[in-house]
C-alpha cells in the first residue's frame, strides 16, 4: 500500500517549457487534489477533483490544466511554465471533499 | 483577508512544557478542522481532526474548537524535540461548488532540549 505517489521528485525547467506532474493513490478515494507550496504562503489548491470525471479550479490555477484519467491517477501538467511557477507541488487525496487528506510526497520544481 | 489565520511563529516551548498552538477562521459555516505536521522538506501529514465544539485528545495532543468564537487550538503536552515542525490548520466548508478546504500559512514550532 503505496498511499499517494508523485512523479517527478525534481524537476529543472526552462521558461516555455511544458510538463505534467503524475499523481496516483491506490486508497480507493473519491477526491484528489493539486497544492502548491511556496514560503510564508501555506498550501495553496491549484485544482481539485471531488469525484470521477469532475474537476475544478481552486484559487490559483491560472497557468495549469489538470486531468482526472481515472478513480487513482490525477495529473497536472503546465502549459508554458514561467519563473512564478517555481515552487514544490503536492498532490492529496481523500474519501470525501470533507474528509482527511493524505499527501505524496511533493514535486520540487525549478523553472529558470 | 485571509480564511485562516495562524501566527507563524516560530513558537519556541522547552522540552516537557505545553505547547500551544492557536487558529482562527472566517467562514461561520465551516465543518471539519484539521491539525497537520509538516517537517522540513516533508509532506503534511493528520495529527488530528474535530468536527464538533469542545476538546478531543489522542495522546499528548488535544484540539480545542469553539465554533462561536470561530477559533480552533492544538495543545501538545510534554512537548518533545520531535514534535519540531511547521503545524498547518485546515478548515472546510461548504462553497458554491462543493466542500472548499483551506489551510493556513503554519506556525513553526522548535522544542529546545
Known amino acids: 500500500n503505496a498511499g499517494v505517489t508523485q512523479t517527478p521528485k525534481f524537476q529543472v525547467l526552462k521558461t516555455g517549457q511544458s510538463m505534467t506532474l503524475q499523481c496516483a493513490q491506490d486508497m480507493n478515494h473519491n477526491s484528489m487534489y493539486w497544492y502548491r507550496q511556496d514560503p510564508g504562503m501555506g498550501l495553496r489548491l491549484i485544482y481539485y477533483s471531488a469525484s470521477e470525471g469532475t474537476t475544478d479550479k481552486g484559487e490559483v490555477p491560472n497557468g495549469y490544466n489538470v486531468s482526472r484519467l481515472n478513480k487513482r491517477e490525477f495529473s497536472l501538467r503546465l502549459e508554458s511554465a514561467a519563473p512564478s511557477q517555481t515552487s514544490v507541488y503536492f498532490c492529496?487525496?481523500?474519501?470525501?471533499?470533507?474528509?482527511?487528506?493524505?499527501f505524496g510526497p511533493g514535486t520540487r520544481l525549478l523553472v529558470l | 483577508q485571509k480564511e485562516v489565520e495562524q501566527n507563524s511563529g516560530p513558537l519556541s516551548v522547552p522540552e516537557g512544557a505545553i505547547a500551544s498552538l492557536n487558529c482562527t477562521y472566517s467562514?461561520?459555516?465551516?465543518?471539519?478542522f484539521f491539525w497537520y505536521r509538516q517537517y522540513s522538506g516533508k509532506s503534511p501529514e493528520l495529527i488530528m481532526f474535530?468536527?464538533?465544539?469542545g476538546d478531543k485528545e489522542d495522546g499528548r495532543f488535544t484540539a480545542q474548537l469553539n465554533k462561536a468564537s470561530q477559533y480552533v487550538s492544538l495543545l501538545i503536552r510534554d512537548s518533545q524535540p520531535s514534535d519540531s515542525a511547521t503545524y498547518l490548520c485546515a478548515v472546510t466548508g461548504l462553497n458554491t461548488g462543493g466542500f472548499k478546504t483551506i489551510f493556513g500559512a503554519g506556525t513553526r514550532l522548535f522544542v529546545k532540549a
Open positions: 467562514d461561520r459555516g465551516s465543518q471539519s
Open positions: 474535530i468536527y464538533s465544539n
Open positions: 492529496a487525496s481523500s474519501e470525501g471533499p470533507k474528509e482527511t487528506q493524505y
